[in-house]
């Protein structure tokens, strides 16, 4: 879930003029998209971006596929295979279709409903991102049958078409509600899985997705082109434009972000909830140039900043309540925001502020200040608690990942040299669905080597993957462990997919791996766990498309070495034991194995495209005509959750993790049997004794060594932590512990601190809560004036630069290209020599430097902030660092110079 910053457009005056330049780079990289691309609950493919393959040999490596039976194979397997193959005897469980009189290369698809197979299909044509001619089916059997809906909606080429992209969006709080959007000022809208469409005629054209309310159905956002927000709140049928201007000039303002206040879960979250379904928070600032030609390449702006708002009567009245914002997000009980810390700087050295009452008040993050070629980006909030990642310098493609307590004020290092490279949302940081308070990612080693780090305890500590029993290894001379491929492996070309675990499928994880060193370039193979990723066991050689069914007791796949495929491989255990079945004898361009979302239904879409005759083909597999029996209560084990946790403690502890430990009961390894799509997983919750691992080291002090105790220490120079709460500063006395934010664990042990209300103002010591000022706005607008001069000049001297640009594309893209590649983030062709140390002294000081508990805020960027440094643990040590030199104020979540154009 991560949630990167927007970069600052302002960084060089010269990238305005190289942005220029490279329009043909732009353009060559947006040619080719994934072949397959998943959203939710909206599929989309494009059959222009793959390749053409020849039948003879595809037929040549057929073999590839066909199981051979030997006598030294699992039994178990062997009596599962026998049963699959006298359960077929007379049935067919594959249905196909090929498309007729339609060879629109590129579809989207949407799941209309829940386990009935209804799908709503676009498919689609466009010339340079338009659309030019679309066809809408729907199917009520997974696509075998369709009903063309295209002449019923009224469709025409070139004149009412569906968009291509972002054309088919589905309500994520009702299946049943479909929205087609339309490439001009129409929408179709469906209440009933797309039985009926209502088309409705708009004043403005869509741009982007809708926004969708989680208290009401019927209240929606969007925006256009020009970023003019628009609300509706029957569903669609019309909207009414909120406008939005500037207080002190009254000029029209365009809206950046808007997302509707959200829902809250009182056991998890706590507190009161401050939104509603009225409730809007969106960003605001100067329009966007007149859309032209120039407009669709360059943006001349020299910052970014917004002002954050809020409305509580559905967007009829509004508030400003933060200035100089950049980026913001609502997730959970948080409201966060990085902020251009001066009030002068237009170039953004920014802070991070967040707020728990809906942004009545805003108080500092304490992490570092980063300057404007860096950034935050929020990984994931779990349990009260945020995982933030803050970007090291000099584009090196790692930074810190930390961990927040209760409040998302306060943060402790979880992980340095944390992969994440500084174009795009490219990083490995993965959430396992299926088991509590696991999280997997990627650490670059010293020779910038990469590998692969996982936490049990949501973040508390990370180590690498042990090596799975009878793998073997490249280089057994060197550590062996569980390498596994994510998001940039993929962008980086090699042939794998992203892990996989679903909520319904306690403890299963998917993922593409193999066992070194570090990451290699070679191909991986497909392992799995079943325990929430303590163990791991090869199971598929070689890389696939994989999904998991019926709440994990199916597991399907399909070779990607082979790219006109033709079998389909399935497993019932888990994966300890795999079947093929032929599902086709046509050669065809396989572009996507599909499941309904969740993981619940036991059939599964096989989706290819016909190079010859440009016609699309689906085969559906259904597993429930063929294992027909439904798991019985002596067909589950009880299975203890994180049963490795403080297994060296009373056994009353065993696998508590949080303050909770859990018992499921799940499948067992040899059945067969099918869950079904209602199945619930029943599970039972124990609520722990507090020890000491509940609660982690406060602010000063460390864990020596094994020990449980948190000890002062005695190097630490800096005062204990002001926090500001209430409107007054606080000084919080502690005997060094606090308690893990979303631990529910019950009496034991239990530190106690008290708090001392000092009855000093915050703002006496430099803003530790921020609240929205009014002369703020006098500043913005003395500063909108200065920045309307540098506006015009740079699109004056960009107009005169234009010509000798054009001159010049083919060498200023070469060194463009050269800039984004100066840092290599590589796979290893062969096994590294031994691992260093993860960080030198230098690397450690830079890491350790800081976050501030008071900051004084000055107009002048020259003067030094007054900041007192936060220190960080190393290997359970607390350094000792020195205050910071030329210290800036905060970044935000994404925020890079030229790297993000890469494609």
Not at 218 to 242: C, E, P, R, T, V
Request: charged share 25%; hydrophobic share 30%; with cysteine.
């Amino acid at each position: 879930m991560a949630n990167k910053e927007g970069k600052l457009t302002s960084k060089y005056f010269l990238f305005s003029f190289l942005t220029i330049v490279t329009v043909c780079s732009i353009v060559e990289g947006n040619i080719r998209q994934l072949s397959f691309h998943t959203s939710k609950s909206v599929v989309q493919f494009n059959a222009n971006d793959l390749p053409v393959f020849v039948e003879q040999k595809i037929e040549n490596d057929h073999k590839l596929y066909k199981r051979e039976l030997t006598e030294d194979q699992d039994p178990v397997c062997l009596a599962q295979n026998s049963k699959f193959v006298k359960s077929l005897e007379g049935k067919t469980i594959t249905r196909n279709l090929t498309f007729t009189n339609e060879t629109k290369p590129a579809m989207a698809l949407a799941w209309a409903g829940e386990n009935d197979g209804v799908l709503i299909i676009v498919t689609t044509d466009s010339i340079l991102g338009t659309t030019t001619e679309s066809s809408v089916f729907r199917s009520e059997d997974y696509g075998v049958t369709l009903t063309n809906l295209t002449d019923k909606l009224g469709l025409k080429p070139g004149k009412y078409v569906i968009k291509k992209h972002n054309g088919v969006q589905r309500h994520p709080y009702n299946s049943k509600k479909i929205y087609l959007i339309g490439e001009g000022n129409y929408m179709y809208t469906s209440i009933d899985g797309g039985l009926n469409f209502a088309q409705n005629t708009l004043s403005f054209p869509f741009d982007g997705e809708l926004v969708f309310n989680p208290f009401n159905e019927d209240y929606l956002i969007a925006l256009n082109a020009k970023k003019n927000m628009f609300i509706s709140k029957n569903n669609g049928n019309s909207w009414q434009q909120l406008e939005i201007k500037d207080k002190a000039t009254h000029v029209e303002q365009a809206v950046d972000k808007v997302i509707w206040g959200v829902k809250l879960d009182e056991d998890v979250d706590g507190g009161s909830n401050p939104d509603t379904n009225e409730t809007i928070y969106f960003t605001y600032g100067a329009q966007p140039m007149a859309d032209s030609f120039l407009k669709q390449f360059i943006d001349f702006s020299f910052t970014t900043d917004y002002t954050l708002a809020k409305s509580t009567d559905g967007g009829a009245t509004y508030i400003d309540i933060l200035r100089n914002v950049v980026s913001f997000d609502r997730q959970g009980k948080f409201l966060y925001a990085s902020q251009i810390k001066s009030k002068t700087d237009a170039y953004g050295w920014r802070h991070l502020l967040i707020s728990t009452d809906g942004g009545t008040v805003f108080k500092e993050v304490q992490l570092p200040t980063i300057e404007p070629d860096r950034f935050f980006s929020v990984m994931d909030i779990e349990e009260n608690m945020i995982f933030m990642h803050v970007d090291n310098k000099e584009d090196t493609g790692h930074g810190t990942l930390y961990t927040s307590a209760n409040q998302g004020i306060v943060y402790s290092i979880s992980l340095t040299r944390h992969l994440f490279p500084n174009y795009g949302e490219i990083h490995d940081f993965y959430k396992v669905k299926s088991m509590r308070g696991v999280y997997i990612t990627s650490q670059m080693s010293d020779d910038d080597s990469i590998h692969t780090m996982i936490t049990y305890d949501q973040g508390g500590k990370w180590q690498k993957i042990p090596r799975p029993v009878g793998v073997p290894c490249k280089d057994e001379s060197k550590g062996c462990y569980l390498q596994i491929h994510g998001m940039y492996s993929l962008k980086r070309g090699i042939n794998a997919n992203l892990p996989i675990s679903e909520k319904t499928a306690t403890g299963l994880i998917l993922v593409h791996a193999h066992v070194a060193e570090s990451l290699q370039k070679t191909e991986p193979d497909v392992f799995i766990s079943r325990d929430g990723g303590y163990t791991w066991n090869l199971s598929l050689p070689g890389a696939h498309h994989y999904q998991i069914l019926d709440h994990g007791g199916l597991l399907v796949a399909v070779s990607k070495s082979d790219p006109s495929p033709k079998v389909l491989r399935f497993s019932l255990d888990e994966g300890r034991c795999w079947h093929d079945y032929k599902f086709t004898d046509q050669v065809l361009n396989f572009t996507g194995l599909v499941t309904e979302p969740e993981g619940k239904s036991a059939v599964v879409m096989l989706w290819g495209y016909v190079q010859e005759t440009k016609k699309w083909v689906v085969n559906v597999v259904d597993f429930e005509k063929v294992i027909d029996r439904k798991c019985e209560d002596n067909d589950y084990e009880p299975w203890k959750a994180h049963s490795a946790l403080r297994v060296k403690g009373i056994p009353e502890d065993q696998g508590c993790l949080l303050g909770i430990k859990e018992t499921f009961l799940r499948l067992k390894k040899d059945s067969w049997c099918l869950n079904g799509y209602i199945h619930e997983q029943k599970s039972k919750r124990e609520f722990c004794t507090c020890t000491r691992e509940d609660y982690e080291c406060d602010y000063g002090y460390f864990r020596p060594g094994s020990s449980d105790n948190c000890v002062k220490e005695p190097d630490f120079q800096g005062p204990e932590i002001d926090i500001c709460m209430h409107g007054h500063d606080e000084k919080l006395v502690s005997e060094g512990y606090r308690k893990i934010p979303g631990d529910k664990c019950k009496n034991g042990f239990k530190p106690t601190s008290k708090i001392i209300d000092l009855n000093k103002v915050c703002d006496e010591y430099g803003n530790s809560i921020v609240q929205f000022d009014e002369q703020q706005e006098q500043v913005a607008s003395q500063n909108g004036f200065g920045r309307g001069i540098k506006i015009l000049a740079i699109i004056i001297v960009s107009a005169v630069l234009l010509l000798a640009a054009t001159m010049g594309v083919y060498f200023v893209r070469k060194f463009i290209l050269l800039r984004r590649h100066k840092t290599e983030y590589r796979y290893s062709l062969l096994n590294q020599g031994e691992q260093q140390n993860l960080m030198d002294d230098d690397d450690e000081e830079e890491e350790n430097k800081a976050v501030s508990s008071t900051v004084r805020y000055e107009d002048s960027d020259d003067e030094e902030l007054n900041t007192t440094v936060r220190p960080a643990k190393q290997n359970g040590v607390v350094k000792k660092t020195s205050k910071p030199k030329d210290t800036n104020p905060f970044g935000s979540y994404h925020d890079d110079s030229d790297d993000d154009m890469l494609s």
